[in-house]
């Protein structure tokens, strides 16, 4: 026996409310695709501290630097990676820019 029949249903039970019903609750494929390019963003660990440094407190690119202890160009790569997925928010004063959460539900708060 293959693989393949052995994952097949071998018990046909079709209920087409039931399968109309919850092909009606799958989102576009525009949903989906942002929805997998937001978790791709936050699958990285830094992603992830910058994330939390930013539900603390708005700070600009070299305040994160400093804080995670990385080159300002490495915490612009993804600060750039979490904003185009929509997660972050920026505010521009004179030269400098300033992040913040888009949201604040973004960061679970574990202890």
């Given at each position: 026996?293959?693989?393949?029949?052995?994952?097949?249903?071998?018990?046909?039970?079709l209920n087409k409310e039931k399968i109309s019903f919850l092909k009606k609750q799958i989102?576009?494929?525009?949903?989906?695709d942002a929805a997998a390019d937001r978790?791709?963003?936050?699958?990285?660990?830094?992603?992830?501290a910058?994330?939390?440094?930013?539900?603390a407190k708005v700070c600009c690119v070299c305040d994160?630097?400093?804080?995670?202890e990385l080159p300002v160009s490495t915490v612009s790569q993804h600060l750039r990676t979490l904003r185009?997925?929509?997660?972050?928010?920026?505010?521009?004063?004179?030269?400098?820019v300033f992040y913040?959460?888009?949201t604040p539900d973004i960061v679970q708060k574990t202890s």
């Open positions: 026996m293959t693989d393949h029949e052995l994952s097949v249903c071998k018990t046909v039970c989102p576009s494929r525009k949903v989906l978790h791709k963003a936050l699958g990285h660990p830094m992603r992830q910058i994330l939390s440094v930013l539900a994160l630097a400093n804080i995670l185009s997925v929509g997660l972050l928010r920026s505010r521009q004063v004179g030269k400098i913040s959460l888009s």
